[in-house]
């Protein structure tokens, strides 16, 4: 269990990100989307918010704090 804590507070900013890259990835599907199906990342919601979680992760750990050696 203690690892699983410090794991968590390592990759807080990336799981965060996820979250809030796959949230965002569903709410540009539902209110933007595409209304013809042929978008490959837009048109399906479960693609959306992968894509969004993705984006989200490489975002939000681009701000974490680099040790000192």
């Not at 837009?42 to 974490?64: E, I």
């Amino acid at each position: 269990m203690e690892k699983v804590i410090t794991q968590i507070k390592e990759n807080g900013l990336m799981l965060i990100g996820l979250i809030v890259g796959a949230v965002g990835g569903f709410l540009y599907w539902r209110f933007v989307g595409c209304s013809s199906g042929s978008c490959p990342i837009t048109s399906s919601p479960l693609m959306s918010s992968l894509w969004g979680a993705v984006m989200g992760g490489l975002v939000f750990s681009g701000f974490k704090k680099k040790e000192k050696i």
